[in-house]
């Protein structure tokens, strides 16, 4: 099967992503060894800055005067005490921009620094950076916002297989998806293959809801969800994963619920723009839906943040109102 989208700006994220989390991933298998600390985490700022620079690059190819909105800024590279992360950073970069230097990895990268236009792209480029550092889930995540709305979303998974599985060195997946026009996904590693149109489950009870669940318990309010799944009756064993690969399991029906709670600690907590874009889109297109935890569409024209929403809610659709009215019932 061909590409299955006639966009250019969907087939532009496909590749965008693709190269970027192979980069990523060989940052990973070169510097992410049984050697290194926990508390290392050169790897993973290595990686980072380096799918930044990457994206913002052939963004600049493809479209001169297209915006990005990224997570990284290279004024921390610029000190003298970063010389040696840059220097690494430019070599990986180099590897497939020869021309990339120290100077210019940091202009690339600074690209993404900016306020969003009306229409814009936005990046995560390694989203979920302890599942990097564990070897378990991580992405890239690339999305394109006009006017608030995401029109197009594009994952890069490399250690997800089939767009749902989980696998540890597999072949990855690249989930993109258009505005109305579907989620369809493909292995990473091989550009050639058929895409796979993606189909969240058919699952209507919120007893047989498995439910998305961050391995990284800081990641999200374990009390509030554990009252959320008694007030609903949940029974069905949760889905333990992160970064927003999450997104693209729920979209490819290996799991029916995703939460992102309000911390009691940050009550006024919202989200980045860049960890929600790209997975919501491609649940959406699956035919799930995606929501604050108020039911309230996500709003992604108020700057580098959701905020006007409280949290995340995505599901299959079918479960979206018990979902909601749980949360309502427990004060979330």
Known sequence: MSFPFDSAPAAFAAAAVREAAQLVRRVQAEMVTDAISKEDKSPVTVADFAAQALVAYRLREWDSSAALVGEESAVALREPAARGTLEQITQFVASVVPEATSDAVCEWIDRGDADPPAEFWTLDPVDGTKGFLRGDQYAVAFALIRDGVVQVGALGCPELE???????????????????????????????????????????????????????????????IGELVASLGVTADPVPLD??????????????????????????????????????IVVEEAGGRVSDLDGKPLDFSHGRTL??????????????????????????
């Open 307 to 332: 905020a006007t929403n409280r949290g995340v809610l995505a599901t299959n659709g079918k479960l979206h109102d018990a979902f909601l009215a749980g949360l309502k019932a427990i004060g979330a």
């Open 162 to 224: 089939g767009a749902s599985s989980p696998a540890k060195g597999g072949a990855g997946t690249v989930i993109v998806a258009v505005r109305g026009e579907g989620a369809f996904a493909q292995p990473l590693d091989d550009p050639n293959a058929e895409w796979k149109r993606l189909h969240v489950a058919d699952v209507a009870d919120p007893a047989n809801a498995r439910m998305l669940r961050s391995v990284e318990k800081a990641h999200t309010d374990t009390g509030g």
């Open 243 to 280: 970064s927003q690969a999450k997104y693209s399991v729920l979209a490819a029906g290996g799991g029916d619920v995703l939460l992102r709670l309000l911390s009691p600690s940050r009550p006024d907590y919202r989200e980045k723009i860049w960890d929600q874009a790209a997975g919501s």
